[in-house]
């Protein structure tokens, strides 16, 4: 029988591929196993205790789609804005078979040696300018980071469900990270030219 395994990605690919700053997190493993981890990702908030993961998932990517201006606090969307949010971005794990509530560090590096070419392949179809390895640097080989090209930028940050960092502080790292990037003035750029592009088209 063959062991469950996690469909992950982007939860609408037409709606991620659409943003002029697509944003990829990587995390370690689905939390269970023997359900729609796609169904799941598209809203997570019908599930009680999802904030305990996807809080931060949430609300950094939602002050990234939003200028990434440092504030003194990063509120939730509204609760009913936040599908339409998780279908602009993407989401996979190193290892996709089932896990618990606690990681075994040795399981997912196992998975992630054996399983190098998956992720890449993953890499190159979703194509992201911002990659965020949540709590999973050690388990992004170098094979894997050759692979990318100069124009993602990858930032690091804990596991969205530390408990040791303040949201804000959490938040506001990443977005300093993003903001010092090349690659934010590169997407800017882009922006720019698809608003001039419209521009002219409209006359």
Not at 69 to 88: E, Q, V
Not at 111 to 138: C, F, W
Not at 169 to 188: C, E, H, M
Request: charged share 30%.
């Amino acid at each position: 029988m063959n062991e469950w395994k996690a469909k992950d990605g982007a939860v609408d690919i037409g709606s991620y591929n659409s943003e002029k700053t697509k944003i990829l997190w990587i995390l370690r493993e689905p939390n269970g196993k023997d359900f729609d981890f796609m169904e799941y990702l598209s809203d997570p908030t019908v599930y009680p205790r999802w904030k305990s993961t996807y809080g931060l998932v949430v609300k950094t990517s939602d002050a990234i789609f939003n200028g990434a201006k440092d504030k003194p606090d990063y509120p939730y969307p509204n609760k009913k804005d936040i599908p339409a949010l998780m279908k602009r971005i993407a989401l996979v794990n190193i290892k996709k078979t089932g896990g618990k509530s606690s990681s075994i560090p040795e399981e997912i590096m196992e998975y992630a040696k054996n399983n190098k070419e998956e992720m890449k392949e993953q890499l190159r179809e979703l194509s992201p300018h911002v990659i965020i390895l949540a709590g999973t640097d050690r388990y992004f080989l170098a094979e894997i980071r050759e692979s990318i090209g100069k124009d993602t930028e990858i930032i690091s940050a804990s596991h969205p469900n530390q408990r040791k960092i303040k949201h804000r502080d959490y938040i506001g790292n990443i977005l300093r990270k993003f903001r010092a990037s090349p690659i934010n003035t590169d997407v800017q750029k882009r922006h720019f030219a698809m608003l001039l592009h419209a521009g002219c088209g409209e006359r």
